[in-house]
């Protein structure tokens, strides 16, 4: 973002996808464009925010579980690579893809877990969704419904108009 005159924030005035680069290479292909105010750091592993246009996919909260809703592992990075693949699964359903997310909210239950595999969880990310981080909020929960859960995804997802 630039900043403006009197110090209002203005958004970049060209897509991401012709601005981002790192070393030849575009970091998010699609015409969304990250939101971050000049002032602060940069974001790493999430945006914070996320302007686009287009139509709109809202994906339901995805755990654990394989398409016959069936536990494989109680792994945590194993349900959380299982939970991002069933995300893309239904993204593809709308022809879209994990570069068109632009809202993620994960549900943990428990936080000591996730940070302990935060290793694994990001080689997880990075194999399913790509070098594509959308605004993320994570939340530790008490329980999910379904008893051998540990995480569930929600996703929000803008396809180009």
């Given at each position: 973002?630039?900043?403006?005159?009197?110090?209002?924030?203005?958004?970049?005035?060209?897509?991401?996808?012709?601005?981002?680069?790192?070393?030849?290479?575009?970091?998010?292909?699609?015409?969304?464009?990250l939101l971050n105010?000049?002032?602060?750091?940069?974001?790493?592993?999430?945006?914070?925010?996320?302007?686009?246009?287009?139509?709109?996919?809202?994906?339901?909260?995805?755990?654990?579980?394989?398409?016959?809703?069936?536990?494989?592992?109680?792994?945590?990075?194993?349900?959380?690579?299982?939970?991002?693949?069933?995300?893309?699964?239904?993204?593809?359903?709308?022809?879209?893809?994990?570069?068109?997310?632009?809202?993620?909210?994960?549900?943990?239950?428990?936080?000591?877990?996730?940070?302990?595999?935060?290793?694994?969880?990001?080689?997880?990310?990075r194999d399913v969704?790509?070098?594509?981080?959308?605004?993320?909020?994570?939340?530790?929960?008490?329980?999910?419904?379904?008893?051998?859960?540990?995480?569930?995804?929600?996703?929000?997802?803008?396809?180009?108009?």
């Open positions: 973002m630039e900043r403006a005159a009197g110090g209002a924030f203005r958004r970049h005035p060209q897509p991401l996808s012709r601005r981002l680069t790192r070393k030849g290479k575009t970091l998010h292909a699609s015409s969304h464009e105010p000049s002032h602060w750091k940069t974001a790493k592993g999430y945006a914070n925010g996320i302007m686009a246009e287009g139509r709109t996919v809202f994906v339901a909260g995805q755990i654990g579980w394989n398409g016959q809703q069936e536990f494989e592992t109680d792994d945590f990075a194993g349900q959380v690579r299982q939970a991002l693949q069933n995300v893309v699964d239904v993204l593809a359903e709308a022809g879209a893809g994990p570069e068109h997310a632009t809202r993620m909210t994960w549900y943990i239950t428990d936080k000591r877990e996730y940070l302990d595999r935060l290793s694994d969880v990001g080689a997880a990310y969704m790509g070098r594509n981080f959308p605004a993320m909020t994570m939340v530790q929960v008490a329980d999910l419904i379904e008893d051998r859960a540990k995480v569930e995804i929600e996703v929000t997802a803008v396809l180009p108009s």
